[in-house]
């Protein structure tokens, strides 16, 4: 019977939250750990923020003892972690990459080459570490996908979004050939490429929607298999977090506001036009003139790396300056309407948005969760939403929608524009889905179920090492 092999999962999100990658790696954790239990290890980059990293070399294997990393713990989740340099000798591997790969790194920026020298190391980690146990690699994105290059072992590959559909919000219909164009008229050659590499060299390509799927299917001539994130359960009390958010809000900004009033949210990363964050705006400037019975505040919580939150010290105004949000929120004319109060808030993935309580808080408080996305391969927010209890708008473009349309509690917008967005905000106020089915939808989602695709996906790569 063969042996089960270490699972090294890589990813430029390991200790180093910056998106939705990190919820994937972090709340499956407890699945993978009954799987691979003492066999797991999580690598992430030296060169990150080193979010929950305790160091501790006792547990190292002897066989990467000489190589350059930092080893420990990543806490809270109770796993084992290597933190990794870049490879040295860069400029020798960037030719070599493009003599075997046609890998074109002429210009590219330090965005790209950091995570490219980065991931090369993971491949070589991984196969030092093979020599003495099985190895099976997983990595994330085109960040980690140059460890494919250094490592011939069993692996998976896993792309969360394409590179091209994020550079046209996810609307366009294209041939390889023209995908790799519009890549390199954007400047973003090298990233396309090496997500391509990933796709192509990985023992099993996956992603997590079957909109990503087809996607990769026009970009890359390459059908991956879904794996879909999946998500943990969450026991908040939702009366609770409103009598928490609500009294906080007029404390801090709004004396005499009516705690009554109906609390919208939306979060996501900075990106107005791809998370449709002004699409929310028109659509909450076009209530204000409707004969609404309660006033509505709307929260926008986006992570903005350098920009402090309402949880350090001193704490700052509701409104952010230099904000994509703020800025157009004022061209509608708020702050200044009682009906519908707008607020922008700087964030992290590890704290909320206000001292003392995390995103789950906010969310759990909201009536509704609105998150339109014009892009959107997942969709990790609405999904967030539903878990605590609280109902979702979804983009019809996002590949939640396509995997949970139709179920409690989830709101796909007929169409991507402010008067539909107004309309399914109408909808979802004056008719809340009961708490207990937006959790119901949540549990169809739960990791206990849907890490059989990981399942499969590892059994299948171990497989074809061995043909």
Not at 25 to 53: N, Q
Not at 304 to 315: E, M
Request: proline share 8%; glycine share 8%; charged share 20%.
């Amino acid at each position: 019977m063969p042996q089960t092999p270490w699972l090294l999962e890589a990813s430029w999100e390991v200790c180093n939250p910056v998106g939705g990658i990190f919820t994937v790696i972090t709340s499956k954790l407890p699945e993978v750990t009954k799987r691979f239990h003492d066999r797991y290890i999580a690598v992430g980059p030296l060169a990150g923020s080193r979010t929950g990293f305790r160091p501790d070399r006792s547990w190292l294997p002897a066989t990467l003892s000489t190589l350059p990393l930092e080893a420990g713990w990543w806490e809270p989740y109770g796993v084992r972690a290597l933190l990794l340099p870049g490879i040295a000798e860069l400029d020798v591997w960037k030719t070599r990459l493009w003599e075997e790969h046609q890998l074109d790194t002429l210009g590219a920026s330090i965005e790209v080459l950091e995570p490219l020298a980065w991931s090369l190391q993971v491949g070589e980690v991984a196969r030092a570490l093979s020599n003495d146990v099985p190895v099976l690699l997983h990595t994330h994105e085109w960040l980690a996908a140059g460890a494919l290059c250094t490592y011939q072992g069993p692996s998976v590959f896993t792309t969360h979004a394409t590179v091209v559909g994020r550079i046209t919000s996810g609307a366009f219909e294209m041939t390889p050939d023209q995908a790799t164009q519009t890549a390199r008229d954007h400047l973003s050659i090298a990233k396309h490429q090496l997500e391509q590499l990933g796709i192509r060299l990985a023992s099993v390509a996956t992603t997590v929607s079957p909109i990503t799927a087809r996607e990769c299917q026009r970009v890359h001539g390459v059908l991956p298999r879904v794996v879909a994130n999946g998500i943990l359960e969450s026991s908040i009390n939702r009366r609770l977090a409103y009598q928490t958010v609500m009294p906080f809000l007029a404390r801090s900004w709004m004396p005499g506001l009516d705690t009554h009033s109906k609390l919208i949210v939306s979060h996501g990363r900075p990106e107005l036009h791809n998370k449709g964050f002004d699409l929310v705006l028109e659509a909450l400037a076009a209530l204000r003139t409707l004969p609404l019975k309660q006033p509505i505040i709307a929260v926008f919580a986006t992570p903005v790396p350098g920009v402090r939150s309402l949880a350090d010290p001193g704490g700052l105004s509701p409104f952010r300056e230099q904000d994509a949000i703020v800025d157009l929120a004022r061209q509608y004319g708020f702050p200044g309407d009682p009906r519908v109060r707008v607020f922008s808030i700087a964030t992290d993935i590890n704290h909320g948005p206000f001292p003392g309580f995390p995103i789950d808080t906010l969310l759990a408080a909201a009536d509704v969760g609105v998150f339109p996305s014009r892009y959107e391969p997942f969709g990790y927010t609405p999904l967030e939403a539903l878990r605590v209890g609280t109902p979702a708008i979804t983009s019809p473009t996002a590949g939640f929608a396509e995997l949970a349309g139709g179920l409690p509690g989830v709101e796909v917008v007929e169409a991507l524009s402010a008067p539909a967005v107004a309309r399914s905000l109408l909808k979802a106020l004056a008719n809340p889905t009961p708490e207990d089915l937006c959790r119901e939808t949540a549990r169809h989602f739960n990791w206990q179920a849907l890490m059989e695709g990981y399942d499969r996906a590892y059994a299948q790569a171990s497989h074809l090492s061995r043909r």
